[in-house]
């Protein structure tokens, strides 16, 4: 029912005639032209952008699909966002922002949802969004790297005895810096058993500390001096 | 109360540990309870001289002074402490025979039973300085009341020596006829654990190079930070994942010392019926 209502829409824009089952959901008319438009996507300066981008797109477009039916304006919209999940994902991938096969995932759903909306086929933009969100989902937190500083170190900040982020991200083998800057007036030791280091940090000063290389997984660090709060993971990818 | 107790418990049981075996070790060496208790005082006042210095010792050589005067501490202790066994093993016999009188003639002239002072001070050095700094951080940031930190790090420091005197109390106990070479035995491969978080530290320092990241990973089976996890590595130096260096320093030092101490001090008579008859004396 849908895909014919979709198709009677399409034939109604197409000739230039509103179809009166869609005249509720159209905005304004769009043309046939307009319809099959390029746009120009967003450029993205780093991967955090890209990623924050991906998922504020992917967020419009799990609101527009919400309805039970896409109109020509949504399905036109979302065909304008696939612009930019295109050069997310491509900033994404030509940065090696996470492993190959999840970012092939995602840049895979891309298209399919970029073609699906340019052809108005609204059963598709749904099922390759769904597979879309459920891609980004793994890149989510798991595979992202944590950010570094212009040198290259891993920055962790110590204020009320506890560390921001809570979460480091790193690749596995190889040598990471870690530069813990401690905001707190008090001594603290930053120590983990599990990658096996510990250092007091003095209060108001940071300490550079280097671990690994690491093989992947979880490891756990703290601040032996607060143990109640000072806690966090570092993840080896 | 009860954090500074237990940061205070964890610190001293390493420190008590250490001693314990020392004293059990050392059992017939005149006055050496003496030399234990100086080493305590000098370790203390060094503790807090080091906590006072954290600073600029962290700032040195790049950053780096802080591992490489925790590898400093560790290797000097692994030297001090080799010397110890060994010293026990040729003098130990002959102390352990002749009670005190002889005792006092072994100790004459021997000023290398001053090592242990040196033992026990740099057994203290790390921990007390830990100790040092947490309580100053805990009464600066005024969120316990003084006599409540006082109280736990006394709380504390009596349960960690609580520790250590029933593992003297033990050795004496269940080591009775073979005390020296079993405590020998166990201040070896302490001295091995030491030498390996010495590398540790110059690891960490970028001085020397892990060879292997993690030979063998046992975390999920004894954890670093459990309790056993703990003892185990003062006692035997045991780490959940250790690099290849770590190994090869605890190698070489089990095997050098080990050697050593297996060689020294065995009965003339048997060395000679090892060597090939010798016309020449």
Do not use: C
């Not at chain 1, 920055?155 to 905001?183: C, R, S, W, Y």
């Not at chain 2, 040196?118 to 050095?125: R, S």
């Amino acid at each position: 029912m849908k895909k014919l209502l979709l198709s009677m829409a399409m034939i109604g824009l197409a000739s230039g005639v509103s179809s009166v089952a869609v005249a509720e959901d159209v905005q304004h008319n769009v043309t046939h032209e307009e319809r099959t438009m390029h746009y120009e996507g967003q450029s993205y300066a780093t991967t955090d952008e890209a990623l924050e981008a991906l998922k504020a797109h992917n967020k419009e477009i799990a609101e527009l699909i919400k309805a039970e039916m896409l109109s020509n304006s949504d399905l036109e919209r979302i065909h304008e966002i696939s612009y930019s999940l295109e050069t997310a994902i491509d900033k994404m991938i030509a940065e090696k922002a996470g492993k190959a096969d999840q970012l092939g995932a995602i840049d895979e759903a891309v298209q399919a949802v970029h073609y699906a909306s340019e052809n108005h086929e609204d059963a598709q933009v749904r099922e390759w969004f769904a597979k879309l969100e459920a891609a980004v989902a793994t890149l989510d937190g798991k595979i992202v790297q944590s950010k570094t500083n212009a040198d290259g170190a891993y920055e962790l900040v110590i204020k009320d005895h506890m560390f921001t982020p809570d979460e480091l991200h790193v690749p596995a083998g190889q040598k990471i810096k870690l530069v813990v800057h401690n905001q707190d007036p008090t001594p603290e030791e930053f120590e983990s058993d599990d990658f096996r280091r510990e250092k007091i940090v003095p209060g108001n000063s940071s300490a550079t500390i280097y671990v690994g290389p690491l093989k992947p997984g979880k490891y756990h660090f703290f601040g032996e001096f607060n143990l109640d709060k000072a806690n966090g993971y570092l993840y080896a990818e | 109360m009860f954090p500074t107790a237990t940061i205070v418990f964890r610190e001293i049981i390493e420190v008590a540990l250490v001693v314990s075996i020392v004293l059990a070790a050392t059992r017939g060496m005149p006055s050496r309870i003496h030399l234990v208790l100086a080493g305590l005082g000098v370790g203390v006042f060094g503790s807090v001289v080091i906590a006072f210095f954290t600073d600029a010792i962290s700032q040195a050589i790049d950053g780096i002074g802080q591992e490489i005067f925790n590898a400093g501490v560790m290797f000097i202790a692994v030297g001090f402490l080799s010397w110890t066994v060994i010293w026990m093993k040729t003098h130990g016999r002959q102390l352990a025979q002749n009670i005190k009188a002889v005792g006092a003639d072994v100790m004459a002239g021997d000023k290398s039973a001053y090592v242990l002072v040196g033992v026990v001070a740099l057994a203290t050095f790390r921990e007390g300085a830990e100790i040092a700094l947490f309580t100053y951080g805990m009464t600066a940031s005024g969120a316990f009341p003084l006599s409540a930190i006082v109280m736990g790090g006394i709380l504390g420091t009596i349960g960690g020596a609580a520790i250590g005197l029933m593992l003297y109390m033990g050795l004496l106990k269940a080591a009775q006829k073979h005390l020296f070479s079993i405590t020998g035995w166990m201040l070896i491969v302490l001295t091995a654990g030491m030498a390996a978080q010495g590398a540790n530290f110059l690891i960490a320092a970028g001085v020397l190079p892990p060879l292997h990241p993690e030979v063998w990973d046992t975390s999920a089976l004894i954890s670093g930070q459990s309790f056993i996890g703990e003892t185990l590595r003062v006692l035997v130096g045991y780490t959940p994942r250790p690099t290849g260096m770590e190994l090869v320093f605890y190698g070489t030092v089990l095997l050098g010392v080990g050697t050593a101490y297996k060689r020294v001090g065995k009965p003339v008579s048997s060395h000679r019926k090892a060597l090939p008859l010798v016309a020449a004396e």
